[in-house]
């Protein structure tokens, strides 16, 4: 038996010795106790039990799951509230007033909370991001695992891991940050970025033939992914006004002082972007390797003169 069982039970036992007390001594105050045992252990076992455990607990997709159960406790404490209310409060507008002058005192002498709990009712009416979501909000950057009503968790990266992967720690951000803060989603609606890759070479390389070699490697790998790229564009066009991008992938040329650069600019899924540069890299370095036309460039130093040295015997210097 699990704890929600037991839970269960004791909430079973408390009501039935409540109704056998209030059977054998009637009193207003005891029916009031026995409606709101009864109140609590119906949503105890409708919410706790039955939705939870036998229904949503069993969903294979994490993330409705994760949505469901957040619903599921929001519905069980709203019931209880509402029915304790009802229960014991006859004067439904001294209820209401009492609520105001809850909510007033709760935002005066806890302005920090109210705040959080703000940023956390914009977060789930507007919905600024979702669970998955790669965000970044003041300082922090990471995979939203979990939204609160007054805090937001995530899966931390960068920091001093380079190439938007995780450091293994967890950032609790107050969801008042929403409100003050620029927030960045990588994945609300477009799930991918443009990255880019530049490769120097030198001027007496073959640029006509690196700029084809780097361009089949990256339409290459870049091809699996342009679908649905193109798809989600094509959605985000119903919901923004957005200008329509080409999602080709291409390379760009730039003169320089001491070589030609050669930028690879392609899209990539936001959280796989530090591998496909990986790969895309490695099989530009393995391609242009094999040529002899193409050479990498690198950063030299021309020595244009040195300084006059005069040197003298050692007898001429003694003498002197």
Same mark, same amino acid.
């Given at each position: 038996?699990?704890?929600?069982?037991?839970?269960?039970?004791? &909430?079973?036992?408390?009501?039935?010795?409540?109704?056998? %007390?209030?059977?054998?001594?009637?009193?207003?105050? &005891?029916?009031?106790?026995?409606?709101?045992?009864?109140?609590?252990?119906?949503?105890?076992?409708?919410?706790?039990? $039955?939705?939870?455990?036998?229904?949503?607990?069993? +969903? !294979?997709?994490?993330?409705?799951?994760?949505?469901? $159960?957040?619903?599921?406790?929001?519905?069980?404490?709203?019931?209880?509230?509402?029915?304790?209310?009802?229960?014991?409060?006859?004067?439904?507008?001294? &209820?209401?007033?009492?609520?105001?002058?809850?909510?007033?005192?709760?935002? +005066?002498?806890?302005?920090? %909370?109210?705040?959080?709990?703000?940023?956390?009712?914009?977060?789930?009416?507007?919905?600024?991001?979702?669970?998955? #979501?790669?965000? /970044?909000?003041?300082?922090?950057?990471?995979?939203?695992?979990?939204?609160?009503?007054?805090?937001?968790? +995530?899966? =931390?990266?960068?920091?001093?891991? $380079?190439?938007?992967?995780?450091?293994?720690?967890?950032?609790?951000?107050?969801?008042?940050?929403?409100?003050?803060?620029? $927030?960045?989603?990588?994945?609300?609606?477009?799930?991918?970025?443009?990255? =880019?890759?530049?490769?120097?070479?030198?001027?007496?390389? *073959?640029?006509?033939?690196?700029?084809?070699?780097?361009?089949?490697? %990256?339409?290459?790998?870049?091809? !699996?992914?342009?679908?649905?790229?193109? @798809? =989600?564009?094509?959605?985000?066009?119903? @919901?923004?006004?957005?200008?329509?991008?080409?999602?080709? !992938?291409?390379?760009?040329? @730039?003169?320089? #002082?001491?070589?030609?650069? &050669?930028?690879?600019?392609? %899209?990539?899924?936001?959280?796989?972007?530090?591998?496909?540069?990986?790969?895309?890299?490695?099989?530009?370095?393995?391609?242009?390797? /094999?040529?002899? =036309?193409?050479?990498?460039?690198?950063?030299?130093? *021309?020595?244009?003169?040195?300084?006059?040295?005069?040197?003298?015997?050692?007898?001429?210097?003694?003498?002197?």
């Amino acid at each position: 038996m699990n704890g929600r069982w037991v839970i269960l039970l004791f &909430l079973s036992c408390a009501t039935a010795l409540l109704a056998f %007390v209030d059977y054998t001594h009637p009193a207003a105050s &005891l029916q009031k106790g026995l409606l709101s045992a009864l109140a609590l252990t119906a949503a105890y076992l409708v919410f706790k039990i $039955l939705l939870q455990e036998r229904i949503i607990s069993r +969903i !294979a997709r994490s993330d409705r799951r994760y949505y469901l $159960l957040k619903i599921a406790s929001a519905g069980y404490i709203l019931f209880i509230l509402l029915s304790i209310s009802i229960i014991w409060v006859q004067d439904l507008q001294a &209820l209401l007033f009492g609520f105001g002058l809850v909510a007033a005192a709760f935002t +005066i002498s806890l302005q920090d %909370v109210a705040k959080n709990f703000a940023g956390g009712s914009s977060i789930f009416l507007n919905g600024l991001y979702k669970v998955g #979501d790669r965000i /970044e909000i003041g300082s922090k950057r990471g995979d939203v695992i979990d939204i609160g009503i007054l805090y937001t968790t +995530i899966m =931390e990266t960068n920091e001093w891991v $380079l190439g938007d992967q995780h450091t293994g720690r967890l950032s609790v951000i107050p969801n008042s940050y929403i409100l003050t803060n620029i $927030l960045n989603n990588y994945t609300r609606d477009f799930n991918f970025l443009w990255d =880019e890759i530049t490769v120097p070479i030198t001027y007496n390389s *073959d640029w006509v033939k690196a700029r084809s070699t780097i361009l089949d490697i %990256v339409r290459k790998e870049a091809e !699996a992914t342009r679908g649905i790229a193109e @798809k =989600e564009i094509n959605t985000m066009e119903k @919901k923004y006004f957005v200008s329509r991008r080409s999602l080709e !992938a291409d390379v760009f040329l @730039k003169l320089t #002082d001491n070589w030609i650069e &050669l930028t690879a600019r392609y %899209v990539v899924p936001a959280t796989r972007r530090r591998i496909i540069r990986n790969r895309i890299s490695q099989a530009i370095l393995e391609q242009l390797a /094999e040529s002899k =036309e193409i050479k990498i460039a690198s950063q030299t130093f *021309d020595i244009v003169g040195f300084p006059e040295i005069t040197m003298k015997r050692e007898d001429e210097a003694i003498s002197n």
